[in-house]
């Protein structure tokens, strides 16, 4: 049974998705069984996501390649799902800050992606491929990105011996 404190709850969901009305429903839903859950409640809750959650939840997210600045919760484990990325790449890593920059040009968001499990060169050319996309098209990527995130989070922040990460 996951049944932690309401505060803490509400901490660990908006670390895992920064979306004030997700962490409400989320949250309203609790105690849960298990992680399991959890994360299909989690799902449930980001789908669909509007325009606007997409941009309050970027706003939780550091630029690809980029250090996350601050402290917290999130900002930390944006730390390590970047960190799985490999070595630095002086070519690649400049690919990624000039994809970066057109990202943000043409869809005026940070490009979000999910990182844990992909290395830089992937990153880049998932970059690349998307910076063709139309505009809704690529809100609904984002969107999914967001979700892969979130399921990813909440797995680490609630897992099944308890321990918080």
């Known amino acids: 049974m996951l049944d932690v404190p309401d505060p803490e709850l509400r901490e660990r969901l908006t670390a895992a998705l920064g979306i004030a009305r997700w962490v409400d429903e989320v949250a309203a839903q609790a105690p849960y069984p298990d992680v399991a859950t959890l994360v299909a409640a989690g799902r449930s809750a980001a789908t669909p ?32 799902e970047q960190s799985g990325l490999g070595r630095a790449d002086e070519g690649v890593d400049a ?33 690349q491929r998307r910076l063709t996309n139309a505009p809704e098209e690529e809100a609904e990527e984002a969107k999914e990105q967001l979700r892969q995130i979130m399921e990813l989070r909440l797995r680490t922040l609630f897992p099944e011996d308890g321990a918080a990460a």
């Open 49 to 80: 996501l509007s325009d606007a959650e997409l941009d309050e939840a970027v706003a939780h997210h550091p630029r690809i390649g980029e250090r996350a600045e601050g402290t917290g919760t999130a900002l930390r484990l944006s730390a390590g």
């Open 95 to 127: 690919a990624i800050a000039r994809g970066n920059a057109v990202y943000e040009e043409r869809f005026g968001r940070v490009f979000l992606i999910r990182a844990a499990g992909r290395t830089r060169e992937e990153v880049a050319d998932e970059l």
